[in-house]
């Protein structure tokens, strides 16, 4: 897919952002080679492959999960405008 430069103009609208008139065919010819690249991607097949959240078969180096602060609930709602049996009273923001 080959992108011009008003192509370009209307996709900065949409995204409101400001592209300098001059810098439009240099920012056409790139985005259609990220597009074509795409394409080029959808053509793999991909039939039985898994997706990955990550691209290295590792476990996640974890901390330790212990307590580091001390429990301020009663101190926090203490100075709360309103709580009630532990919880945070707001007012209400949607009808």
Known sequence: MSLDADEV???AHLA???VDEADSEAHARNLSD???FVERLSAVDTTGVDPLAHPLEMTQRLRADEVTEPNDRERFQNIAPATADGHYLVPRVIE
């Open 16 to 18: 409101r952002l400001a």
């Open 9 to 11: 103009a209307q996709i």
């Open 34 to 36: 990220i597009l074509a």
